[in-house]
């Protein structure tokens, strides 16, 4: 954490002029964030207190939370000092007064509370422009950050500036998930800042120093200090202290060679506290371990520094004096800035630093056992800090803060049982229940990669009963979304060979038979499953929603709708529940083509999403959301997409969805005739899981095609579909293998083909299915009532690129079809599918219809700002690295692109490369 207070403000100008720039846009735009970026100390929380000083004279609202490595073991500290740090009135008060961010959370208390707290801040701007400011970013806790990614995405429309500051490399991977969901619906401006200039750099010696200072001496301060202007006035002082400089002339200069002086940034910091006496560096050093402290811990600083408490009191007021320590409202005191913190917490050594946190911990615990109220994670983490090997009562505390976090603070809980298991003996029979809850955590937290192991250990020692069943079904599944199918079908069939698997187990092992091949086991158990007894709502949402993946990888798509629903009845009400049962239901529908009832799934998900919390079900949603932009013609968004969600799936090893998004991306990538950008996909590892190898198989075959190698496009399609045709995607694949062979004179294989796929399809309902069905039969057949179903039937479900296709398919076949034929050739112009825009247009000539004009003549001249976007495009820039270099937010990259597309008359990136490569 760096100061708010205490530095003068220099050099900074140009970037308060950025941020206030953005403020200005925030009336009309709605909800707009700054990232203002640097190193230590370059000058961030300067630029943020000054912002927040100017923003106050306006008389803006403005809610600021500071951030360290106290408050960020503490859920939801940073969003709990926001909102007590602004002053409030009326409604507003009152939404912050029912908000409790300590209580003991139920099932809906995450949701309530993200309801309140945007309450609170659409409070604030409901007469005038607010803000939140959030100062070291990469120290805001985990779950605070959980609750603004949730909280922000509801008040987009209000009013309201997010300013926050980062270090420029941080390791936090909440931050980045946070600005990339704001990304999709605000706009985000990066500031980074830079070294000061020399000239700055003198200035703040001067201000040091108190009078002007002469070349040599400023530029030794700026070369010392890298042009940080922290460490300029460190360097400065302590140059001063130890009488290094001297007032000649009214100008200040050096009073030895440069060379003769040994002064580093870090020895700079400490030079800070270096003149004080023994007992008030004794009691720095101990601030340092509480990095925050209040009055009434006056009593504890004394026995931790080993002092009395009279002269622990003088020593502190001399921290004050001397600018060490500060007031930070009603929080207590810190230090002024946080690299004075981080140098007197390294100059203890370890041993003491050990010891000292151990006597913060014994003291917490002595108030707590008398009954006096004691932070729970902050006696957490002191005791993570110095508790022994094998310090049980240490180790049941962080369990217990672990356990109370699980749900709603899922990535502290985890980190809690972590060290706790750190400690623990290894055959102590506490470690089991610490595993299980680790492994649980780590899945509500959507990281299943993470989850196994701790589960896996887990399982190594827990007796048969309810907690093993939870435990298995958490790492059966984790198992399942990172594509280590056999190793859990192992697993599950050891589970239930012990007897008494309730019906959770059996429907994780009925999946898992569908994903090995097994389809007749898979169906027979699936039909047992279903007359289980539950033991719980949360045991009827994963046995349906279980049962809904088998029957849709099995074309039983009327079985898949109603399973769905039974699961979603399932959760009674229950919001953690509900939102398991859509986000499945949504993904599996999506990827089944049925697109209406994925479609209303993925909504309510994402309304209940929001209301109950930002962990959980990340991946399902993802692949829904992509999936229905495919089928629905978004197809820019869909790239988009693709591009936000791949890292993080990749990063958390959701190897499924991940290989789903793939697959997409090369289907939709081939029709735009992008073949350079889908020559990477498909050179990557083919997928391993047999829905999304056959997904994958569709697009592959389709990229063989367009490169012109037949041959090994009929090779892929006829390869994965098995003899029965159940395999998931056997249809669409048979589908792809008639159109190959009919454009490519192999008629009567194609008959072959269809007459296969008719009786293969004879009872399967998905639109997707039947659409295809009918387009392929109607071509081969040359049938314009059979073409006409199949536009019917694909316009009925949604599917609106499968819908251009059949009328495509129509105009070949109908002389009469030049209405269906101009639909088609409007839509691949819009979608970018160029080759079958091309196949309408020549199609359209031939009837002696007027094709509609896809470009005009001469292209026109471009702006340097797009120059400068088109430029990276042609490099193969994802809008969001161009937006991070060109300092704009994905959303203006998009608006651009757009007026760049309209000028070149191209509509895509490959076109686009190529007619800047004309250019050239």
Not at 391 to 402: E, N, S
Not at 574 to 581: G, K
């Amino acid at each position: 954490m760096t100061s708010f207070s205490g530095q003068a403000f220099f050099g900074r100008e140009s970037e308060l002029a950025a941020v206030f720039d953005v403020v200005g846009r925030v009336p009309a735009a709605g909800l707009v964030t700054v990232v203002v970026s640097g190193e230590p100390g370059i000058g961030k929380s300067s630029l943020l207190a000054e912002t927040c000083r100017r923003l106050r004279d306006r008389g803006c609202p403005v809610a600021v939370a500071e951030s360290d490595d106290v408050s960020r073991r503490i859920p939801y500290a940073a969003v709990a000092t926001a909102l007590r740090s602004v002053p409030v009135t009326g409604d507003v008060q009152a939404a912050l007064d029912a908000l409790d961010l300590t209580s003991t959370p139920d099932a809906s208390w995450f949701g309530r509370s993200c309801e309140l707290v945007a309450r609170v801040l659409t409070g604030l701007t409901a007469q005038r422009p607010a803000a939140l400011v959030l100062d070291d970013l990469d120290q805001v806790d985990d779950d605070s950050l959980a609750m603004l990614a949730v909280v922000l995405r509801r008040v987009t429309a209000a009013p309201l500036v997010l300013i926050t500051a980062a270090r420029t490399h941080h390791h936090n991977p909440g931050v980045g998930e946070l600005l990339d969901r704001l990304e999709r619906h605000a706009e985000v401006v990066r500031v980074e800042l830079a070294p000061l200039s020399g000239g700055d750099v003198a200035r703040i010696v001067e201000t040091v120093l108190g009078t002007p200072v002469d070349d040599g001496l400023a530029h030794e301060v700026h070369q010392r200090a890298d042009g940080n202007p922290f460490f300029a006035v460190e360097i400065a002082r302590s140059l001063r202290e130890l009488d290094l400089v001297a007032v000649d002339g009214n100008r200040a200069r050096l009073t030895v060679s440069p060379s003769a002086i040994r002064l580093t940034r870090r020895e700079a910091v400490l030079r800070r506290v270096a003149p004080l006496d023994r007992d008030t560096r004794a009691v720095a050093r101990a601030v340092s371990i509480f990095r925050r402290v209040r009055l009434d811990q006056i009593g504890l600083l004394a026995r931790v520094s080993s002092l009395p408490e009279d002269t622990v009191v003088d020593a502190f007021d001399g921290l004050l004096r001397a600018h060490i320590v500060v007031r930070d409202d009603d929080r207590g005191y810190r230090f002024s800035h946080a690299l004075v913190g981080e140098a007197l917490y390294q100059e203890i050594g370890p041993a003491q630093r050990r010891h000292l946190h151990s006597l913060i911990s014994a003291r917490l615990l002595d108030d707590r056992e008398r009954g006096l109220a004691v932070d729970e994670m902050e006696l957490a983490w002191h005791l993570a800090e110095s508790a022994p090997p094998g310090d049980l009562r240490a180790i049941r505390v962080m369990a217990q803060a672990a356990a109370a976090n699980r749900t709603t603070a899922p990535e502290t809980a985890a980190a809690l049982c972590a060290r706790a298991l750190e400690l623990l003996p290894v055959a102590a029979p506490e470690r089991a229940g610490l595993l299980a809850s680790q492994c649980r955590a780590l899945a509500h937290a959507s990281r299943p990669a993470a989850a196994i192991a701790p589960g896996l250990a887990a399982l190594d020692v827990l007796p048969p009963g309810p907690d093993r069943s939870r435990c298995a079904v958490v790492v059966l599944t984790s198992l399942f979304l990172v594509g280590r199918m056999t190793e859990a079908l192992r697993l599950a069939d050891a589970e239930l060979a012990t007897g008494n698997a309730p019906a959770a187990l059996h429907a994780q092992r009925a999946l898992l038979l569908v994903f090995t091949g097994r389809h007749a086991e898979a169906l027979a158990a699936a039909d047992r499953i279903e007359a289980m007894p539950f033991t719980s709502a949360a045991e009827g949402v994963v046995v349906f929603d279980r049962l809904a993946v088998i029957t849709s990888m099995l074309f039983r798509h009327d079985k898949t709708v109603e399973y769905a629903n039974r699961s979603l009845r399932s959760a009674a009400g229950q919001p953690i529940l509900e939102l398991q049962a859509l986000a499945v239901g949504a993904s599996t529908g999506a990827l089944a083509g049925l697109v209406h009832d994925a479609t209303w799934r993925l909504r309510r998900a994402e309304e209940l999403r929001e209301r109950t919390g930002g962990h959980a079900f990340r991946g399902e949603l993802e692949m829904a959301r992509v999936a229905l932009d495919w089928f629905g013609g978004a197809w820019d968004a869909c790239l988009e997409r693709v591009g936000r969600a791949a890292a993080e799936l990749e990063s958390r090893q959701e190897l499924m969805m991940l290989d789903g998004l793939r697959a997409i991306e090369l289907e939709v990538r081939t029709w735009r005739g992008e073949l350079d950008v889908a020559a990477r996909l498909a050179a990557l590892t083919p997928p391993t899981s047999p829905n999304m190898s056959r997904l994958h198989a569709l697009a592959m075959a389709g990229y063989l095609a367009a490169r012109g190698d037949v041959e090994r496009a009929r090779t892929t399609l006829v390869e994965a579909v098995d003899d029965d045709g159940m395999t998931a995607y056997s249809c669409v694949l048979l589908g792809r293998l008639i159109e190959l062979d009919l454009a490519h004179g192999r008629e009567e294989e194609a008959r072959q083909t269809v007459k296969r796929l008719c009786g293969v399809a004879a009872d399967r309902v998905a639109p997707w299915t039947r659409a295809t069905v009918r387009r392929v039969h109607g071509l081969t057949d040359r049938d314009a009532d059979v073409l006409r179903e199949a536009v019917r039937e694909a316009e009925a479900g949604g599917l609106v690129f499968e819908k251009a296709r059949a009328q495509l398919a129509l105009g070949v076949v109908d002389r009469e079809a030049v209405p269906e034929l101009l639909d088609a050739y409007a839509l691949f112009q819009r979608l970018g599918a160029h080759g079958l825009r091309r196949q309408a247009g020549g199609r359209l000539r031939e009837l002696g219809a007027k094709v509609p004009r896809a470009r005009a003549k001469a292209p026109g001249v471009l702006t340097e700002a797009e120059e400068n976007v088109a430029r990276l495009v042609q490099q193969g820039m994802r809008n969001r690295d161009i937006a991070a270099a060109l300092h704009y937010s994905p959303r203006t990259i998009e608006v651009y692109l757009s007026r760049i597309y309209a000028k070149l008359h191209v509509s895509s990136r490959l076109e686009l490369a190529r007619a800047l490569d004309a250019r050239a």
